[in-house]
């Protein structure tokens, strides 16, 4: 049911540059429409990570940081720390849908 | 601080209405460029966006749930209510109440604790 796809899971070790891409389509994020990320933690709510293509929230680190490409996003992770792992969400607007879309969720795991 | 809470059954039945209410904290919802958000997630699965009402009553559904949703407001007590109809048990997840403050940007900062609902056939 999500319009944007992302991949399962994603691993590394600590220390090590991780990404998670985001794709979707023309009428999402290839209409340029903000993209921003979320990152939860089982049993609690979403944390926003990024917003506005690559704005962070007061207190996020700048380990995390974003980009995009044609109808296509993607978060990076540098200097993976094990406080790490959690699923990440993407979300954009789709003007199709006339919605907030989410994508399908990416475990990361630090190894 | 913004704060906001939900509140509601967490067991209802199939076929049953389910009504939720977000209560906020921190804001005030009665200017149009302030909102609401409803979101669900259903167990181990991605989020879905379902509803917004903004602060000057106008209101946005999910395309494909819009037929069962209704939200609405009560400024008086800082509240927000959303309504599901004819609830089903792939309804089962938890639903958050969202207030984005980072206006002009529609990013998700402020979110509630959320509320597990559980739909039993």
């Known amino acids: 049911q999500s319009v944007l796809t992302q991949p399962p899971s994603v691993s590394g070790a600590p220390g090590q540059r991780v990404t998670i891409s985001c794709t979707g389509t023309?009428?999402?994020?290839?209409?340029?429409?903000?993209v921003h990320w979320y990152q939860q933690v089982p049993g609690t709510a979403p944390k926003l990570l990024i917003y506005d293509y690559n704005r962070r929230p007061s207190g996020v680190p700048d380990r995390f940081s974003a980009s995009r490409s044609g109808t296509s996003a993607s978060l990076a992770i540098t200097g993976l720390q094990a406080e790490d792992e959690a699923v990440y969400f993407c979300h954009s607007y789709d003007s199709r849908l006339s919605s907030d879309v989410f994508g399908t969720g990416t475990k990361v795991t630090v190894l | 601080q913004i704060t906001l809470k939900e509140s509601g059954p967490t067991l209802v039945k199939s076929t049953q209405t389910l009504t939720l209410t977000c209560t906020f904290s921190?804001?005030?919802?009665?200017?149009?460029?302030?909102?609401v958000n409803w979101i669900r997630q259903p167990p181990g699965k991605a989020l879905e966006w379902l509803a917004l009402?903004?602060?000057?009553?106008?209101?946005r559904y999910s395309p494909s749930l819009e037929s069962r949703l209704t939200i609405t407001k009560d400024t008086s007590k800082n509240q927000v209510v959303l309504t599901m109809t004819n609830m089903d048990p792939a309804d089962t997840g938890i639903f958050y109440c969202?207030?984005?403050?980072?206006?002009?940007?529609?990013?998700?900062?402020?979110w509630g604790q959320g509320i597990p609902v559980s739909v039993s056939s």
């Open positions: 921190g804001f005030s919802l009665t200017t149009r460029e302030v909102g």
């Open positions: 023309g009428s999402n994020i290839g209409s340029e429409f903000d």
């Open positions: 009402i903004s602060g000057d009553g106008d209101t």
């Open positions: 969202v207030h984005p403050s980072l206006h002009p940007s529609g990013a998700f900062d402020s």
